[in-house]
């Protein structure tokens, strides 16, 4: 039943590319939005959780849709993490440069990838 329900949720993400766009966008968003809006982290460290989480997702959406496009994939979501780091620099409220978020964006991409090479490859070599 779950191999059926995660081949049935890898097809579907595969056949909407406009998915990994709006999550790249919503990840924009996130890290666009002033600080002081957020509520409070509830344990130290939170944040670069968050961070992880983000690029994760982002990494195994993007091997789902573009399987064959792995190292253009990983060197992108490492690039926009860092990307998004000079951005909130320029922001004029309370937004700044962290490396550790660069770094927790970083970490979330190996992590989707391990992810996808080591649970979805079987479903991904029988979708293409």
């Given at each position: 039943m779950i191999s059926n329900l995660l081949q049935t949720t890898v097809r579907f993400i595969a056949q909407r590319q406009w998915i990994i766009w709006l999550w790249s966008f919503l990840i924009l968003v996130a890290c666009t939005w002033p600080g002081k809006d957020m509520p409070g982290?509830?344990?130290a460290g939170f944040d670069k959780i968050v961070h992880t989480g983000l690029f994760t997702v982002w990494t195994i959406l993007a091997l789902i849709i573009y399987p064959e496009k792995s190292r253009l994939i990983v060197g992108l979501g490492m690039a926009y993490g860092l990307g998004l780091e000079f951005y909130q620099q320029l922001l004029p409220f309370d937004r700044t440069f962290d490396w550790w978020d660069a770094v927790a964006d970083a970490v979330g991409v190996?992590?989707?990838?391990?992810?996808?090479?080591v649970f979805l490859k079987n479903y991904l070599q029988r979708l293409y």
């Open positions: 982290a509830p344990v190996v992590i989707g990838y391990s992810v996808t090479n």
